[in-house]
């Protein structure tokens, strides 16, 4: 089953790249670009490293991947020239989690193949109305293990393709979650203020919304609140609406104040 990039001819100069070293030389490192068919390409010693470079096995070894940017693609010759050097942390980071997805989908999609009795055509087809539609194979299938078939009404999908490629996407893929917290300080002076701090806690607890809300006792006059989601925005989104909610259950007879914690994320793929 072909994916978008390895249906391109050449990659575009600017481009990241996940590539295999195959050999090591004096002058640099001769790679495959795993993305567009085992494509030929060169790491000049140049573009290892800002600094000197005295021993180019010190910096990567045969069959180690290896992320890199296109300077430039002959496409009469077909070379490819990239750099080490020029890749942030930050695209490094990003591709590896894109090339992970990438693989993860394509073994989804092997699995979803042998469930089907669709001629190999249709299947890519099929892939291709997917990632015109959620912009990546894997965002596709994330989709699916969460919203099943009706991540694809309208795509016009044979229903033995959409059963098994949901079944599978929801065995193989975690949607992802996004948990935030944060420590609330809340007192009251008013006659019946034990009672008022329970009343709101458990009314901002009962906040309207698909987002789980947990508020636990951290030590008076602390509590700890938790709101996971299936996206940040969401979850960011309910926490100021819990936060609302225990100022203004409060009055003017309450104090109230509150210190964000770490969010984090689960699920999904990294």
């Known amino acids: 089953m072909m994916t978008s990039e390895q249906?391109?001819?050449?990659?575009?100069?600017?481009?990241?790249?996940v590539c295999t070293v195959r050999e090591i030389t004096s002058h640099g490192i001769y790679v495959n670009l795993d993305q567009y068919g085992g494509m030929n390409g060169f790491l000049h010693v140049s573009e290892i490293s800002t600094g000197w470079v005295r021993n180019i096995e010190r910096v990567a070894k045969p069959q180690q991947r290896l992320v890199l940017k296109v300077i430039r693609a002959d496409r009469t010759r077909k070379e490819i020239d990239?750099?080490?050097?020029?890749?942030?942390?930050?695209?490094?980071?990003?591709?590896?989690?894109?090339?992970?997805?990438?693989?993860r989908a394509q073994a989804i999609m092997s699995a979803v193949r042998k469930k089907v009795s669709l001629e190999e055509k249709?299947?890519?087809?099929?892939?291709?109305?997917?990632?015109?539609?959620?912009?990546?194979?894997?965002?596709?299938?994330?989709m699916a293990a969460k919203k099943g078939e009706k991540a694809f009404a309208g795509l016009e999908l044979p229903q033995e393709f959409v059963t098994a490629v949901v079944e599978t996407a929801t065995e193989k893929i975690v949607p992802p979650k996004y948990e935030i917290g944060a420590i609330v300080e809340?007192?009251?002076?008013?006659?019946?203020?034990?009672?008022?701090?329970k009343k709101t806690l458990l009314a901002a607890a009962s906040s309207p919304g698909s987002a789980e809300i947990k508020i636990t006792y951290a030590g008076a006059p602390r509590y700890r609140i938790r709101i996971t989601a299936d996206d940040y925005?969401?979850?960011?989104?309910?926490?100021?609406?819990?936060?609302?909610?225990?100022?203004?259950?409060?009055?003017?007879?309450?104090?109230?104040?509150?210190?964000?914690e770490i969010s984090r994320k689960y699920g999904g793929a990294s």
Not at 122 to 142: H, W
């Open 82 to 103: 990239l750099s080490l050097r020029q890749v942030t942390n930050e695209e490094r980071r990003a591709k590896i989690i894109e090339w992970k997805r990438a693989e």
């Open 233 to 260: 925005k969401q979850a960011e989104k309910i926490m100021a609406l819990v936060l609302d909610k225990i100022k203004d259950g409060l009055g003017k007879h309450g104090a109230f104040n509150f210190k964000r």
């Open 7 to 17: 249906g391109s001819s050449m990659p575009e100069p600017g481009e990241i790249v």
């Open 122 to 142: 249709q299947l890519n087809e099929c892939v291709t109305k997917m990632v015109e539609q959620f912009g990546s194979l894997y965002a596709a299938l994330e």
């Open 186 to 197: 809340v007192s009251s002076k008013a006659p019946d203020g034990v009672q008022q701090i």
